[in-house]
């Protein structure tokens, strides 16, 4: 199957070309890539020679999206079927201010449509697949790290959303206050922190935590994370989670939002609704007792679900019932 | 699979095993030199991550690879 991703006008950026080319690769959306063996090109690359590929995906970003019509257009009477995903956080799709109706039209234009787990899903078109992205877990398994775990708690920053995030910044302060001794927990790291200008939660951040890991290479931030006894991560948006089948591959425990695929799947245990911290404090003592092997031995069985083999039979059950079922006819007469 | 122990010896001194007979690797160095760990060592411009596990994969089932904390070597930890 020839396949390609289509990503930015006329270049792909930069910090785009930096992600493909870390080894080992994050997870993530473009995995997919290197799941099929395919492409990446950018919209003037690929828009006169759509027929030389077999499926084409593109991501419904804000960027992005604006290819999808004219995507469609050229595609009129050609086999080349066109897969279209939205990647964001549903929190987040209002903030675009995409008119309602657009956003289903956009969608209504793929052979195939997905997105990564059921709430996003649910407020998509009908008919839209659930596909979490894939994981190289064969590589990310066999990554190791000169920091071996001691006496710390990482926390997890998500630098795309930074609104509300230091709640749990306060959770991990009490909880060393408190039980650190007990777990012998004496240090805090707060990962991919950047400043973002403002002011008022630098010095939250500076109090909250021992020390500041900013936004980094992928294999740095995999390698670095591997040194925390137990990492948090309330994450309160609905997203399929990369973090989750990474830190499973590391066999790290991590207290998860209940909000996060990944983490109800490999981390059952020690999954949180993300606004209770009375809660995240019991499934840090878990986290840090004698289970904690256990779930970790559990969860590393349990990622391969996420691997490229498993995910491309995901993939091709989607795409078989998507292109069956009629493909962009029938997608354009769902609600 | 070759013992451990086999493989260390074979790496332990440049002059008798060079090149050495794993594909990719003429500059591997002797283990423990960079940071007195038991870890075999490879600069990092030397190889990359997934060719290291490719090639050690050959050879053991248990290990792992990362960059030593100045970044300049690769460690290959085998258990």
């Known amino acids: ?335 | 699979m070759e013992r451990k122990a086999d493989v260390m010896e074979r790496f332990m001194n440049l002059e008798k095993v060079q090149p050495v007979d794993i594909p990719g690797f003429k500059f591997v160095q002797s283990m423990g030199q960079v940071d007195g760990t038991e870890n075999i060592v490879i600069p990092v411009h030397k190889s990359s991550f997934y060719e290291l596990v490719e090639t050690f994969e050959k050879k053991f089932e248990d290990f792992k690879v990362f960059n030593s904390m100045d970044k300049q070597y690769w460690q290959v930890e085998v258990n």
């Open chain 1, 1 to 335: 199957m020839k396949f390609s991703h289509v990503l930015g006008g006329n270049t792909i950026p930069d910090n785009i070309k930096r992600c493909l080319e870390e080894q080992p690769a994050r997870s993530g959306m473009y995995n997919w890539i290197f799941a099929h063996k395919g492409e990446i090109n950018t919209f003037h690359d690929i828009k006169d020679r759509l027929d030389d590929f077999d499926q084409i995906q593109v991501n419904m970003s804000p960027k992005d999206m604006v290819f999808i019509p004219e995507l469609r257009r050229r595609l009129k009477g050609s086999s080349t079927k066109l897969i279209i995903n939205n990647d964001y956080v549903c929190e987040y799709w209002g903030k675009w201010g995409l008119d309602p109706y657009k956003y289903d039209q956009i969608q209504r234009m793929g052979d195939m449509v997905f997105s990564t787990e059921p709430n996003q899903v649910s407020n998509m078109i009908d008919g839209t697949f659930v596909i979490p992205h894939p994981s190289n877990t064969k590589y990310l398994k066999k990554l190791g790290s000169a920091h071996k775990p001691t006496d710390s708690m990482g926390f997890i920053y998500h630098w795309w959303a930074p609104d509300g995030k230091h709640l749990g910044a306060r959770t991990i302060n009490k909880f060393i206050a408190k039980h650190g001794e007990r777990y012998d927990i004496k240090n805090s790291t707060i990962y991919g922190w950047n400043q973002l200008g403002d002011d008022r939660m630098a010095q939250h951040t500076d109090i909250m935590f021992d020390k500041v890991s900013p936004l980094q290479a992928f294999p740095d931030f995999a390698q670095k994370i591997q040194g925390e006894r137990v990492v948090y991560d309330p994450n309160p948006y609905h997203t399929y989670g990369r973090n989750g089948v990474e830190l499973a591959c590391f066999k790290r425990p991590v207290v998860g939002s209940n909000r996060v695929l990944s983490y109800n799947k490999l981390f059952p245990e020690l999954t949180i609704n993300p606004m209770d911290h009375n809660d995240a404090v019991a499934k840090f003592k878990i986290a840090l007792g004698r289970d904690s092997e256990r779930i970790c031995e559990q969860a590393y069985k349990d990622v391969e679900q996420f691997n490229y083999a498993n995910s491309l039979k995901k993939w091709n059950s989607a795409t078989d019932i998507a292109f069956d079922r009629g493909g962009v006819e029938w997608n354009e007469k769902q609600m």
